[in-house]
């Protein structure tokens, strides 16, 4: 079935970095959009960053611009998630999405089809 699995989520200190990966299964990338998404303790999930798998085409959220990277392996099917710069305001539950449709507007707008079970993120001398 359609799946997505993140991992590298784990303990850092501010400053420092992490990657979380999201690989899927199920389908392959092509012609899909991943984002990442993330749920702080007491906070609404915020959209993070996406991807288009078919040109390279990205959006990050004002709070993570030149801090983040996201990036795809069609051939290991896996989107990432390169967080560099880590702030205590980072820490939460990060999510792995798929789009609905091919376009990146539309997950950006939380238009998600298939949801991964989240990786924590803890930023935290």
């Known amino acids: 079935q359609v799946q997505l699995v993140e991992s590298g989520g784990g303990l850092v200190q501010p400053g420092g970095s992490l990657r979380l990966s999201c690989e899927a299964s199920g389908f392959t990338l092509d012609n899909h959009v991943i984002g990442w998404f993330r749920q702080a303790p007491g906070k609404e999930r915020e959209g993070v960053s996406g991807?288009?798998?078919?040109?390279?085409?990205?959006y990050y959220a004002d709070s993570v611009k030149g801090r983040f990277t996201i990036a795809r392996d069609n051939a290991k099917n896996t989107v990432y998630l390169q967080m560099n710069s880590l702030k205590p305001e980072d820490t939460a539950v990060y999510y792995c999405?798929?789009?609905?449709?091919?376009?990146?507007?539309?997950?950006?707008?939380?238009?998600?089809?298939?949801w991964g079970q989240g990786t924590l993120v803890t930023v935290s001398s």
């Open positions: 991807i288009s798998c078919t040109d390279g085409s990205t």
């Open positions: 999405a798929m789009g609905v449709s091919p376009a990146l507007a539309d997950l950006s707008n939380g238009y998600v089809e298939v």
